[in-house]
């Protein structure tokens, strides 16, 4: 069993702060991820847990050991990079193999962990391959086969998919996670910058920013329960659209008269001091469709996006900073330059105000976390 915990774990580069405060808690047997834009410091974190990067501050903890000064071969850690970084003159088997023969581990119990491997990634015809007679996706498992060998406690992912074309992402992805799957009791850390890979992989998801921790939860949590814009808009694609407006009704439900000249009935509850408190609602742009009633938002088509399952539709390209987008299911030929009332369902919308979820305001006790159900079409 490897539960990890982070408290107060902190990074700096003489006096250049990269992370600071970061606390964590990760159970024996999940799949974390940790996402973010460039730069926020995921990989920087993930290199701490390995020991490859010093820790500036606070302390790392693997199974209730501290960590901090234990050289990266003692952590029971094993971690898969983002270039293959495989042994060019060497067979697969001798690749995977390699690691467990500086350990002294005897032939038979090379032969038996390299087969296993194998086995498990779908590798056992190539074992006698060069790296150059293989695939990107097949050298990116042998670099994965290269750690399972050494039957770690606790697995590191550094965005190993993103040197391999769209449809070997979708493969190889799918193989970490019946990876994952069968292997129940492993830890693994993944660091990646595609929302698919943190949304279908991640038991949970760590999103980093401003050198810290910005929230952490499930997938679909972070999509239904963002705790401030910058989740709201991370997570998700198209991001979030975020209108402008006043709280014009309190109570169990908010009605904010948007400055666009729009109502959003949010299902949001407000207090009576919150009228005509400025607010941001936040629609998904999937959450968006027609109407011929009241409209959230209504606008003149600048540019669709016709991609089979959906169309993207965006608004106001040419006088706002950022266009206001619809995605609408199936094929909706001949929009542009057409107006178009859109408006969402009450429960899908969020509401947001100097940046942070009204959700999670002070004196206010969520109840746990319900996936909401399809609204019919």
């Known amino acids: 069993m490897a539960d990890l915990k982070l408290t107060g774990v902190a990074k700096s580069y003489g006096d250049v702060q990269v992370l600071s405060d970061i ?30 990067e010093q820790i500036s501050g606070g302390v790392l903890e693997i199974a209730g050991q501290r960590m901090n000064d234990i050289p990266p071969s003692q952590r029971g850690i ?14 697969v088997r001798d690749n995977m193999a390699f690691a467990l023969k500086i350990a002294g581990k ?19 015809p190539y074992l006698d391959r060069l790296p150059k007679a293989l695939s990107g996706g097949q050298r990116q498992r042998v670099a ?23 449809a070997l992402r979708v493969a190889t992805r799918i193989e970490i996670a019946q990876l994952k799957a069968s292997m129940p009791d492993r830890t693994m850390i993944y660091v990646t910058h595609d929302q ?35 989740v709201a808009q991370f997570i998700g694609s ?74 993207l539709l965006y608004f106001g390209t040419r006088d706002r900073p950022v ?19 859109l408006t969402a369902d009450p429960q899908a919308l969020h509401l947001f105000h100097q940046g942070q979820s009204l959700l999670y305001r002070e004196g206010v006790e969520l109840p746990p976390y319900q996936p909401r159900a399809a609204i019919p079409a």
């Open 144 to 166: 994965i086969g290269r750690a399972i060998v050494r039957d770690p406690q606790v697995y590191l992912f550094d965005e190993p998919l993103s040197n391999l074309d769209a």
């Open 238 to 311: 198209p991001a979030m659209n975020l209108l402008p407006g006043k709280v014009a009704q309190t109570g169990a439900e908010t009605v904010v008269a948007l400055d666009g000249g729009g109502v959003a009935h949010v299902g949001i509850p407000t207090r009576h001091e919150d009228q005509g408190m400025a607010v941001n609602v936040g629609i998904r742009p999937e959450d968006m469709r027609e109407t011929e009633g009241e409209a959230i938002f209504e606008g003149v088509v600048d540019l669709t996006e016709a991609l089979g399952e959906v169309t």
């Open 78 to 91: 094993a971690m898969v990079f983002q270039s293959y970084a495989l042994y060019p003159h060497m067979t």
């Open 196 to 230: 698919t890979e943190a949304m279908t992989l991640a038991d949970r998801i760590v999103v980093l920013a401003g050198g810290g921790i910005a929230q952490v939860g499930a997938p679909l949590e972070l999509y239904e329960r963002p705790i401030n814009e910058f």
């Open 23 to 52: 606390d964590l808690d990760i159970r024996s047997g999940e799949f974390i991820v940790f996402v973010g834009p460039s730069g926020c410091g995921k990989s920087t974190l993930l290199r701490m847990i390995a020991g490859l």
């Open 106 to 124: 005897s032939r038979s119990e090379i032969r038996e962990a390299t087969d296993r491997a194998g086995r498990m990634l779908q590798l056992t």
């Open 323 to 341: 266009p206001v987008i619809a995605k609408l299911p199936g094929i909706h030929p001949a929009l542009d330059g057409r107006r178009v009332r």
